[in-house]
C-alpha cells in the first residue's frame, strides 16, 4: 500500500495524464473509422472528437486508475465504448476489422511518434536521458532548475508506455477486446461463426491473461526494444 505522497506523485500524475491522451485517441479512432465506413451512429454522438470529456467512463477512466495506483498496480482504463451499428456498413464484418483495428492503430502510432520525438531531443540535449533514466531509478524530486526538455521527456516516455500497453492489450483476439474484431474479419464466415461462440467466456478469459501475468509476458520484449532504442 502507498502512502498519499506517492498516490499523489509525478509518476501518477503522468500516468494519468498519458491514460486520458491515450484513451481519448483509442475512442476517436474508432469513431473516426466507423464514419468512414458508413456508420455515422458515433459522429453522431460526439465520438468523433479529442476533448476527453467525450469519452471518459467514471469507472474505467477515474475509479479504476485511481485505485490501481492506490494498491501500486500500474496504471490502466478504459473509456466509454463507442456505439456501432452494422446494419450501417456495407460490409459488416470486413469494416469491423478496420474500426477495431483503429483504435490501436492510434495508439501504436502515438507511441511511435513520441519515440521519434525522444529521440530527437536526446540528439539536441542528450542529458536529458540520464535524467530520465535516474527518475526511472527512484530519483523522482524536480530539482530546481529543470530544463523544459526534461519534463518533455517523462511525458513523452508515459505517452510511449501506456499507449504501448493500450495497444498490445487492445490487441489481444478475444472478445470484447480490439483484436477479437480483427481475427473475426480476417477468419471465413464459418470460422468466424464458430470462433463467435467463444464470446460469452471471453472476459473470463482476458482476466485470466491478466492474473497469470501473460501480458507482461507478451509486451515485455517490445517494453525492452523500446528501451534500448532510448538508452542506447
Request: glycine share 8%; aromatic share 8%; net charge positive.
Amino acid at each position: 500500500m502507498t502512502n498519499l505522497a506517492n498516490i499523489f506523485s509525478l509518476e501518477t500524475v503522468l500516468s494519468l495524464f498519458a491514460l486520458l491522451f491515450a484513451i481519448t485517441i483509442h475512442e476517436a479512432a474508432h469513431a473516426w473509422a466507423a464514419m468512414k465506413k458508413g456508420d455515422p451512429t458515433a459522429a453522431a454522438m460526439g465520438r468523433v472528437s479529442l476533448n476527453p470529456l467525450a469519452h471518459i467512463d467514471p469507472i474505467g477512466t477515474v475509479l479504476l486508475p485511481l485505485m490501481l495506483r492506490i494498491a501500486g498496480a500500474p496504471v490502466f482504463g478504459w473509456a466509454k465504448p463507442v456505439m456501432v451499428n452494422p446494419r450501417n456498413l456495407r460490409h459488416p464484418r470486413r469494416d469491423n476489422l478496420w474500426i477495431s483495428f483503429a483504435g490501436p492503430a492510434a495508439n501504436m502510432t502515438a507511441a511511435a511518434v513520441s519515440l521519434v520525438l525522444i529521440l530527437v531531443v536526446k540528439a539536441v540535449q542528450p542529458g536529458t536521458i540520464g535524467f530520465l533514466a535516474r527518475f526511472l531509478r527512484g530519483d523522482q524530486q524536480l530539482h530546481a532548475g529543470i530544463y523544459p526538455l526534461e519534463g518533455l521527456v517523462l511525458v513523452l516516455f508515459f505517452f510511449i508506455l501506456v499507449n504501448t500497453y493500450l495497444a498490445v492489450f487492445n490487441l489481444i483476439p478475444v472478445h470484447p477486446l480490439d483484436g477479437s474484431g480483427v481475427l473475426s474479419g480476417l477468419l471465413s464466415d464459418r470460422a468466424a461463426a464458430a470462433y463467435d461462440n467463444l464470446r460469452p467466456y471471453g472476459i473470463f478469459i482476458v482476466m485470466g491473461l491478466i492474473v497469470l501475468g501473460l501480458l507482461r509476458v507478451i509486451i515485455g520484449p517490445i517494453l525492452d526494444i523500446i528501451g534500448r532504442i532510448i538508452f542506447l
